[in-house]
């Protein structure tokens, strides 16, 4: 509602008008696709609401207007509904309040806690340069604090567009019990100065707007990664100056690669986007993401989020940061993969099938789709990894690996697949066709043509997929005759 003053509906704050419950929230920028990382943060939220019945927020930060995009946004919101971590309230829109903001910063200019600074891009530069000389921290040196009025109007004659920097009183020590590290203490000389809360142009900057949210959506917990712990004491300062207790901060690890450095997309992929192409099941990657720095107290590693639910606290989550695991994520998407219904493989693989252009419409029925899904759903971890498992199913004329065609011209091999053409030709098969049935006759062949067993199934592999592995040979052979392609594959053989 742009309407109302905070642009949260009829009021600015919901503490007043909710009973004290707790209230997380998770505040992506549309600045990039949704990151794994945030992901997680969106996991550890919805866990926590979900423990304590509470509700869980979804608002976008999007007053960055050079580098936020709809197209981000419409990412974000889809990764996290195919997440399924369903939100309770929003997305709000930081977009939607900038008047909500401005109003607070006029209540801090005129309660002299915050004033305009003239200070010019040059001027902090050369700031910056000399105190670098001189070997000190980079901050603003709070020149603009004191103006007098006479001043402010001989700069704005100059034509300078003055920042709002809201004051940070030093010595100072602000101080937080961290509900995942502990008591936390900063000082305030270790803040960099005042700090800009809005630009020249009026619009607010991330510390200012994300504590005006946070009072007004009534949030109990700001659960977040340790990257926002610098944030915190000014964050804290703010929430006071304005006359509220902050609420209760948790800094979860950072997520790192293998080697202990900034996952990045060398890494493989970053964005949730990229793990739902890669054929990663949205089960089991957010049940991955709930390990990554925390563990359930019967030890478990498979579970749903809604079991996770009824045990997540933060006495579980680590402090150390988070090392990717590929293999793990590999090994419980396959999990998640084995227990699927045949139905719902179908669902979740035919995207991928289609993809590598498949034709799905010319299958004999869909319980022949269903037992290619189950036949290859047992060797892998992916489901990218099916099409190239089971396209001999769907390809015809049939393409041959090298190592294939080798085995194919092996002295003796031409005449075998002859014979185990002929004899398929001439056998009655109960129907649906089995594999134990087809079984039977490869051990016939076998005997007639005096030829080892393993050699003979070998080489029928060759011909009946074009390649020397795969997945279960004698099932494989009944697909293959259930659509009428085994007879001729095995007559191309010359």
């Known amino acids: 509602d742009k309407g109302s003053p905070c642009g949260l509906g009829s009021g600015c704050s919901v503490r007043e008008l909710l009973p004290v419950s707790v209230r997380v929230r998770l505040a992506p920028s549309p600045t990039g696709n949704l990151h794994i990382g945030t992901a997680r943060t969106a996991v550890f939220n919805w866990l926590y609401a979900r423990r304590h019945g509470g509700q869980f927020i979804l608002r976008i930060e999007d ?10 946004t419409r990412n974000i919101l889809a990764g996290l509904a195919w997440l399924g971590l369903d939100w309770d309230e929003g997305p709000i829109y ?7 903001y401005q109003a607070v910063v006029q209540q801090l200019l005129d309660q002299g806690l915050a004033y305009r600074c003239y200070v010019s891009e040059a001027e902090l530069e050369a700031m910056r ?28 004659a100059e034509g300078r567009q003055p920042v709002i920097r809201f004051k940070i009183e030093e010595p100072l020590e602000v101080s937080w019990v961290d509900l995942i590290r502990g008591p936390i203490t900063w000082n305030t000389q270790d803040l960099g100065g005042d700090m800009v809360i809005a630009r020249a142009d009026g619009y607010p900057l991330y510390n200012l707007a994300v504590v005006v949210d946070d009072i007004d959506m009534g949030i109990t917990h700001v659960i977040r990664g340790e990257d926002h712990i610098g944030n915190t004491p000014k964050q804290i300062l703010l929430y006071r100056a304005l006359g509220h207790e902050p609420p209760q901060f948790a800094h979860s690890p ?69 090392r990717f695991d590929w293999d793990k994520l590999n090994w419980i998407n396959s999990q998640y993969i084995k227990q699927l219904s045949p139905a719902e493989l179908v669902e979740r693989l035919t995207p991928f099938w289609q993809a590598a252009g498949f034709d799905l419409g010319s299958v004999p029925d869909p319980t022949w789709l269903e037992d290619v899904a189950r036949l290859v759903a047992e060797g892998i971890d992916r489901l990218t990894e099916a099409p190239p498992l089971s396209r001999f199913l769907f390809q015809e004329p049939l393409s041959y690996s090298l190592p294939a065609l080798e085995q194919l011209r092996l002295p003796g091999v031409a005449e075998a697949m002859a014979a185990m053409a002929a004899t398929l030709a001439a056998a009655e098969l109960p129907q649906p066709v089995s594999a134990d049935s087809l ?44 659509r009428g392609w085994a007879l001729g594959r095995l007559e191309a053989v010359q």
């Open 439 to 482: 079984k039977l006759l490869v051990e016939e062949v076998a005997k007639s043509q005096g030829m080892k067993k393993g050699l003979l199934l070998k080489s029928l592999r060759a011909a009946l997929t074009g390649d020397l592995q795969g997945p279960d040979l004698m099932a494989s052979f009944a697909l293959l005759q259930r």
């Open 254 to 322: 950072l997520i790192l690669n293998p080697e202990g450095k900034k996952l990045s997309k060398r890494d493989g992929a970053t964005s949730v986007a990229e793990f739902q192409q890669m054929g990663f099941l949205p089960e089991a990657l957010k049940n991955y993401l709930a390990l990554l720095s925390w563990s359930p107290p019967d030890g478990e590693e498979i579970f749903s989020l809604e079991k996770a639910a009824t045990m997540f606290d933060f006495d579980r989550v680590n402090r150390a940061a988070a």
């Open 63 to 72: 007053t960055d207007r050079e580098r936020s995009s709809p197209r981000y």
């Open 94 to 100: 930081q977009s939607n309040r900038i008047a909500r």
């Open 129 to 156: 340069a000399a105190q670098k000389a001189a070997g000190k921290a980079p901050r603003y040196d709070n020149r603009h604090r004191f103006l007098t009025e006479e001043q402010r109007r001989a700069y704005e």
